[in-house]
């Protein structure tokens, strides 16, 4: 979402403006254009030449050395962020003050925005930065954090800038379209594990990456995201409410208490088929256990099928070949409105990759192929078939 795009990166005098040299390569790396101005105390941290030798453009720093340069960058830019943005920046910007290169753009720039804000816990706290942060809210800006834990000073609070990556993800869902306000998506991720005893389990190998990254574009494009997670070493994406489940009826249950609130649900989850006929708290004999009962588990899908009223049900279906009938089958018997056939056997598709290889099946009976991608890219268009059921209601 921020491919071609031109950042506008404001870096004030905080100890945190070393950060800013990694904001700025991150946001290169999606794609964007970044032009870095600077206030003097900020120069105080970092050099403007460091920034220069990142982004390769000059770095703004002087008010008067171009006295329309206020004017033209505000104009030029897409999105301006302020990482990171003090106490004193804050409170400047909140009263319209413009005695620094910085604060006349901000007053000429008219875009999304968003502030990082980095300074002691109890500056962070006093009543008037507090008023300032809230009344920019207010007005649309994004306030990423800020975090809590070890400061410059030595002492422990709330006042530490965020994550670069938390910002970086703060300005895609800035710049994406919020299409799916509105909305509120159960998305289910990654495995189960079926107990044996207290050492082995019956699971299988998807690593949660395409339901990961169906909940990060979902947040994205502004739906309320709630993911029911099986045991995945993923990163949960921000600003989503995850909820873990480590068997196949840990997450029935947690699907099935959080369907109430849902518009749509999307089951990208490879619930195991199979529970041992045996759950013991001790470790198993190998040389006692000469074979082993398995009993089917709950097929949540197909529930969710019979209860799912006006949701829109997204399904998915790992097979060994495009079979595309089977897959049809499947949507015919559990209800669903979309479902997501993988090829397996595919390179580049399945399991524990960052790519996918997808074939659309529609409920009233289109079928898309789609070219390997990455699976953020899946994901939107899998949340695509969402947005049209949504602009058709």
Same mark, same amino acid.
């Given at each position: 979402?921020?491919?071609g795009?031109?950042?506008?990166l404001?870096?004030?005098?905080s ?5 800013? %040299?990694?904001? &700025?390569?991150?946001? /290169? ?10 206030t003097? %105390?900020a ?29 033209h960058l505000a ?6 962020i ?5 106490a004193n920046?804050i409170n ?8 620094n ?5 901000w007053? &000429?720039?008219?875009g999304p925005?968003l /502030?990082?804000?980095a ?8 009543r ?8 920019f809210k ?11 834990g070890?400061? &410059?000073?030595?002492e422990?609070g709330?006042?530490?800038m965020s ?7 703060a300005?895609i ?7 799916l306000t509105g909305?509120?998506i159960?998305v289910?991720?990654g ?10 389990y019956?699971s299988?190998?998807?690593s949660?990456k395409?339901g ?7 947040k994205?494009r502004?739906?309320d995201?709630t993911?029911?997670s ?6 949960p994406p921000h600003?989503?409410?995850i909820?873990y489940?480590?068997?196949? !009826?840990? /997450? ?14 999307i089951?990208s989850?490879a ?9 013991t ?11 082993l009962?398995?009993?089917?588990t ?7 099928g019979?209860?799912k009223?006006?949701r829109?049900?997204?399904?998915f279906a790992a ?7 089977? %897959?049809s089958?499947k949507?015919?018997?559990?209800k669903? !409105?979309?479902?997501?056939?993988n090829?397996?056997s595919?390179e580049?598709?399945g399991f524990d990759?960052?790519t996918?290889i997808v074939t659309?099946i529609?409920?009233?009976g289109?079928v898309?192929?789609?070219?390997i /991608?990455?699976k953020?890219?899946?994901a ?7 947005k049209?059921?949504k602009?058709?209601?």
């Amino acid at each position: 979402m921020l491919s071609g795009s031109n950042v506008l990166l404001g870096i004030t005098g905080s100890i945190a403006a070393y950060k800013a %040299a990694d904001l &700025a390569r991150r946001l /290169m790396d999606e794609g964007a254009k970044v032009n870095v101005v600077m206030t003097d %105390a900020a120069c105080r941290f970092i050099t403007p030449y460091t920034l220069e030798s990142i982004t390769g453009n000059a770095v703004h720093v002087d008010l008067f050395r171009d006295p329309y340069c206020h004017i033209h960058l505000a104009a030029e830019s897409d999105l301006f962020i302020i990482a990171p943005a003090t106490a004193n920046t804050i409170n400047k910007l909140s009263c319209g003050l413009a005695d620094n290169l910085l604060s006349c753009l901000w007053l &000429a720039y008219d875009g999304p925005a968003l /502030m990082a804000p980095a300074m002691n816990f109890r500056m962070y706290k006093n009543r008037t930065v507090q008023s300032n942060i809230k009344n920019f809210k207010k007005t649309g800006v994004e306030i990423i954090g800020p975090a809590k834990g070890s400061l &410059a000073c030595g002492e422990e609070g709330k006042g530490r800038m965020s994550e670069v990556s938390e910002i970086v993800e703060a300005a895609i869902s800035v710049m994406s379209p919020h299409d799916l306000t509105g909305h509120k998506i159960l998305v289910t991720a990654g495995p189960t594990r079926e107990q044996i005893d207290p050492v082995r389990y019956i699971s299988n190998r998807s690593s949660g990456k395409m339901g990961y990254a169906l909940a990060l574009a979902a947040k994205r494009r502004g739906a309320d995201v709630t993911l029911v997670s099986g045991p995945c070493s993923v990163d949960p994406p921000h600003g989503v409410s995850i909820v873990y489940a480590e068997t196949s !009826d840990d /997450m029935e249950k947690a699907v099935f208490k959080h369907l109430d609130k849902a518009t749509a649900v999307i089951m990208s989850a490879a619930v195991s088929d199979f529970r041992a006929d045996l759950n013991t708290k001790n470790k198993l004999d190998k040389n006692i256990v000469k074979s082993l009962k398995l009993n089917k588990t709950t097929d949540i899908l197909k529930k969710l099928g019979s209860r799912k009223g006006k949701r829109f049900l997204i399904g998915f279906a790992a097979e060994s070949g495009k079979n595309v009938k089977r %897959a049809s089958a499947k949507l015919k018997e559990k209800k669903l !409105d979309l479902m997501v056939l993988n090829d397996i056997s595919q390179e580049g598709a399945g399991f524990d990759t960052d790519t996918n290889i997808v074939t659309l099946i529609h409920k009233k009976g289109d079928v898309k192929d789609y070219p390997i /991608m990455k699976k953020i890219e899946v994901a939107h268009i899998i949340l695509d078939c969402l947005k049209k059921k949504k602009g058709s209601s």
